[in-house]
């Protein structure tokens, strides 16, 4: 088989990586080690920036994200009992837009079979091959049987733990990593969210979030220790736990329901430099995390999307090398600073194993300062929104 651009990882970034390729008549196939129904089982991100807005319609799978995606102005900052909103549509002139990454994926993966994208599920030991050679390719094994797919390009979309970051760890790759000491055990359940918009809660007892998926459908989280187990949190231990986290008034309006889903993610921040290898490209997980504290995880690999769709149309529209050339360092110079954003809204509002009481009384004079100061409440908002492009 040949193609021009191979894509391992079905995700968000390879999904949506394929479709504004394949609207620009640039070929590509798209390989996962794993099928539809298991990409779309995993409960991952809620809210999405305006450029990822904006690149899903542009990709042409908007439209299920402009009827049900819920349009939020503002976010509640609670902290010692109290809750504040903090204004981003009139802060930045940008709301943001909640809908679930499992919605998004599932509506890339229908929009792409339903214009004839190829992707090939289930394709086990994907390898990328030759990427500093004028002639890459992917070998992936299938029925039984090793497939080889020539291209031009290799986008390594296939996430944290996929193939292509640990191919090139000896071709001068520099990894940074921060590891959390805690982990979110998050809970997802058809039940009325608590409140009209997220809320982002500081307690003595630790991290609290409340967010959603629709206007009858909840996802909050809870700060835990890395020793803890999902199972080991029945769901009123959870609903308990909420309560003792968020300011009474918020509590007291809590309706809590049998769990769907309840899961706990490790956080860590995790940055690779540089992104591309030859013809190899590192894309979204691939080639960073973010803890999620700060909505950046799945925004971030749409722009990387973005960064390396512009350089590949440039490739093949004007033969123009800036663009891929380009990639790297413009994804970086982003990705820097939404991880700066993630590590300091993570180091603000959780609790910390060294805090103490004085630890904890000058997070909560910092989170004072930041909503009472508009300059302050400013620059989280612009970070939260999105910064540009
Ligand atoms: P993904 O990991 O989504 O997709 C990678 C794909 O590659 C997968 O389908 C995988 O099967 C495939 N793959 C892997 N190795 C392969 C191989 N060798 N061969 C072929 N295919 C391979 N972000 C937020 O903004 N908010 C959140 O609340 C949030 N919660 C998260 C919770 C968890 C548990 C995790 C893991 C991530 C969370 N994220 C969150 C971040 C998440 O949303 C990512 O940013 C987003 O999934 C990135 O998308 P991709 O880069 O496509 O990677
Ligand atoms: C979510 O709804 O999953 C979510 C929302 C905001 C975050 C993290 C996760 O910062």
């Not at 339903?114 to 390719?137: E, L, Q, V, W």
């Not at 009325?192 to 909050?220: D, K, M, W």
């Not at 769990?259 to 921040?269: F, H, M, T, V």
């Amino acid at each position: 088989m040949r193609t021009q651009v191979a894509i391992i990882g079905s995700g968000p970034s390879g999904l949506l990586l394929g479709q504004l390729l394949s609207n620009a008549g640039i070929d590509n196939v798209i390989l996962d080690r794993v099928g539809r129904e298991y990409i779309l089982g995993r409960i991952r991100a809620g809210v999405l920036e305006a450029g990822t807005v904006q690149l899903l319609q542009q990709a042409g799978a908007g439209a299920r994200m402009q009827a049900e995606g819920l349009v939020h102005d503002g976010i509640d900052l609670a902290f010692a009992g109290r809750h504040h909103r903090i204004d981003l549509k009139s802060l930045t002139g940008s709301p943001v837009t909640v809908y679930g990454q499992t919605e998004l994926t599932r509506d890339l993966m229908d929009h792409r079979e339903a214009t004839g994208g190829r992707t090939i599920y289930d394709a086990s030991d994907a390898t990328p091959h030759d990427f500093d050679t004028a002639r890459p390719f992917v070998t992936y094994d299938k029925d039984g049987t090793t497939h080889r797919i020539e291209c031009d390009f290799i986008a390594g979309c296939d996430g944290f733990h996929g193939i292509c970051r640990a191919t090139v760890q000896d071709r001068g790759i520099r990894n940074f990593e921060k590891i959390y000491p805690f982990g979110w055990l998050g809970i997802l359940a058809d039940i009325p969210p608590v409140h009209h918009e997220l809320i982002y809660a500081n307690s003595e007892r630790g991290f609290a979030l409340c967010s959603q998926r629709s206007r009858t459908r909840s996802r909050y989280y809870l700060q835990v220790p890395l020793t803890d187990t999902a199972e080991a949190w029945s769901d009123a231990a959870f609903w308990d736990e909420l309560r003792r986290r968020i300011p009474a008034d918020v509590a007291e309006r809590l309706v809590t329901g049998p769990s769907i889903e309840k899961s706990i993610a490790p956080l860590r921040s995790f940055v690779a430099e540089p992104l591309r290898f030859g013809s190899l490209f590192l894309v979204g997980d691939a080639g960073h995390i973010v803890p999620p504290t700060g909505a950046k995880g799945l925004n971030l690999a749409a722009s990387d999307v973005h960064y390396l769709f512009e350089g590949l149309q440039g490739f093949y529209g004007e033969k123009s090398e800036a663009g891929i050339d380009a990639y790297s360092g413009r994804a970086l110079a982003r990705i820097w600073k939404a991880s700066r954003f993630s590590w300091s809204m993570t180091t603000l509002l959780h609790k910390f194993p060294d805090s103490g009481a004085f630890g904890q009384k000058i997070q909560e004079a910092e989170l004072d300062y930041l909503v009472h100061s508009t300059a302050a409440s400013a620059a989280l908002a612009e970070n939260y929104v999105g910064l540009p492009y």
